[in-house]
């Protein structure tokens, strides 16, 4: 299935190519080729940058499940779709709310459990991709509030054995 990446949010860019690569590197062991480098690939970045490790998707016909395929790409329906990782397995999914609770609090709970932990709610930022709180929560706050009642669910997507 293709699991579709943006190379912008709001306007600044994601790196979530690059992020990704590092990720499948070290935590999936494999190899990568030059068929997976898009246009414009910052190898800078890549030495500097933390893995991104997991999707957060929302997936209300519970399609994505252990050993689906993953097809990762950018520019998702358009002339210049870019296939950017090999197809791996979903090695695991897990449940996720997140609801606003009050200034920028996001409350997050996966698989029921909240996060209370502010380092492990940096650690699940970070292996999401964003390089922020702020980065996460301008991304996630409006989908937040865009539900009847400031509650968000969704899956997240694991290519690699982490778990929380």
Same mark, same amino acid.
Request: with cysteine; hydrophobic share 35%.
């Given at each position: 299935?293709?699991?579709?990446?943006?190379?912008?949010?709001?306007?600044?860019?994601?790196?979530?190519?690059?992020?990704?690569?590092?990720?499948?590197? $070290? #935590?999936?062991?494999?190899?990568?080729?030059?068929? %997976?480098?898009?246009?414009?690939?910052?190898? &800078? @970045? !890549?030495?500097?940058?933390?893995?991104?490790?997991?999707?957060?998707?929302?997936?209300?016909?519970?399609?994505?499940?252990?050993?689906?395929?993953?097809?990762?790409?950018?520019?998702?329906?358009?002339?210049?779709?870019?296939?950017?990782?090999?197809?791996?397995?979903?090695?695991?999914?897990?449940?996720?709310?997140?609801?606003?609770?009050?200034?920028?609090? $996001? #409350?997050?709970?996966?698989?029921?459990?909240?996060? %209370?932990?502010?380092?492990?709610?940096?650690? &699940? @930022? !970070?292996?999401?991709?964003?390089?922020?709180?702020?980065?996460?929560?301008?991304?996630?706050?409006?989908?937040?509030?865009?539900?009847?009642?400031?509650?968000?669910?969704?899956?997240?997507?694991?290519?690699?054995?982490?778990?929380?």
């Amino acid at each position: 299935m293709i699991l579709g990446f943006s190379t912008h949010l709001n306007g600044k860019p994601t790196f979530f190519v690059e992020k990704i690569h590092v990720g499948i590197r $070290i #935590e999936n062991k494999v190899g990568l080729s030059e068929a %997976h480098v898009t246009p414009n690939y910052n190898f &800078f @970045v !890549k030495s500097k940058c933390k893995p991104k490790i997991h999707s957060i998707r929302e997936d209300p016909k519970d399609r994505w499940e252990k050993g689906k395929k993953i097809d990762f790409f950018i520019n998702v329906r358009k002339k210049d779709m870019f296939r950017f990782a090999p197809v791996l397995p979903v090695v695991s999914t897990q449940s996720v709310y997140m609801s606003y609770a009050y200034n920028d609090i $996001i #409350e997050i709970s996966i698989n029921g459990q909240q996060l %209370h932990d502010q380092n492990k709610i940096l650690e &699940f @930022v !970070k292996n999401d991709g964003f390089d922020t709180w702020e980065d996460f929560f301008n991304y996630f706050y409006p989908l937040i509030r865009k539900t009847k009642d400031n509650w968000y669910a969704a899956k997240i997507i694991h290519w690699t054995d982490l778990k929380y």
